[in-house]
T-cell receptor
Framework: DQQVKQNSPSLSVQEGRISILNCDYT??????FLWYKKYPAEGPTFLISISSIKDKNEDGRFTVFLNKSAKHLSLHIVPSQPGDSAVYFCAASVTGYALNFGKGTSLLVTP | NAGVTQTPKFRVLKTGQSMTLLCAQD?????MYWYRQDPGMGLRLIHYSVGEGTTAKGEVPDGYNVSRLKKQNFLLGLESAAPSQTSVYFCASSRTPGQGVNQPQHFGDGTRLSIL
């Protein structure tokens, strides 16, 4: 049973625009949420995280928003750059336990 | 700055053969993990370890064994390989989650395993 869902397999955005990647989860016990970025033939790279006590976390061009009531989080990339083209995985866990990953969203940023 | 290193990067096996995948980390992390990723799927946890000498089952442990004899190494073994184990295997490590403090996992670049 998939506890973390990324319903958009792919997304295409123009360079300079905002990319918004979405993620839904079903387990209300999750208290730690992360986004990973993955290039082909490489391992996932940690991008940004958020604890359930917050609703927003920013790191440069990347912002993660958490809506606990809707069990939804999103990753905003502003402005999008061609180098951001990758597969983005959403993950969630209960602190101290294993990560549960979504299936990923492939982002393509076009010049 | 190696981080997490996986050996080998590629391997082709015949059904019934055995092999061991090696993961080494140089960040002094307590926790280590093995995941598999199949086409169109997210990463699924096979086994994990919360410290030297300890291991535990994850979501998809059947057909795999693990050992953590040294803190920096985490081995994944396939005793009798099956075509269903064709996948990309990722190892990860992290610091120990503390009270109210979460720690991200850091991943290796994967081992691509094909079983014929």
């Amino acid at each position: 049973d998939q506890q973390v869902k990324q319903n958009s397999p792919s997304l295409s955005v123009q360079e300079g625009r905002i990319s918004i990647l979405n993620c839904d989860y079903t387990n209300s016990m999750f208290d730690y949420f992360l986004w990973y970025k993955k290039y082909p033939a490489e391992g996932p790279t940690f991008l940004i995280s958020i604890s359930s006590i917050k609703d927003k976390n920013e790191d440069g061009r990347f912002t993660v928003f958490l809506n606990k009531s809707a069990k939804h989080l999103s990753l905003h990339i502003v402005p999008s750059q061609p180098g951001d083209s990758a597969v983005y995985f959403c993950a969630a866990s209960v602190t101290g336990y294993a990560l549960n990953f979504g299936k990923g969203t492939s982002l393509l940023v076009t010049p | 700055n190696a981080g997490v290193t996986q050996t080998p990067k590629f391997r082709v096996l015949k059904t019934g053969q055995s092999m061991t995948l090696l993961c080494a980390q140089d960040m002094n992390h307590e926790y280590m993990y093995w995941y598999r990723q199949d086409p169109g799927m997210g990463l699924r946890l096979i086994h994990y370890s919360v410290g030297e000498g300890t291991t535990a089952k994850g979501e998809v442990p059947d057909g795999y064994n693990v050992s953590r004899l040294k803190k920096q190494n985490f081995l994944l073994g396939l005793e009798s390989a099956a075509p269903s184990q064709t996948s990309v295997y990722f190892c990860a490590s992290s610091r120990t989650p503390g009270q109210g403090v979460n720690q991200p996992q850091h991943f290796g670049d994967g081992t691509r395993l094909s079983i014929l």
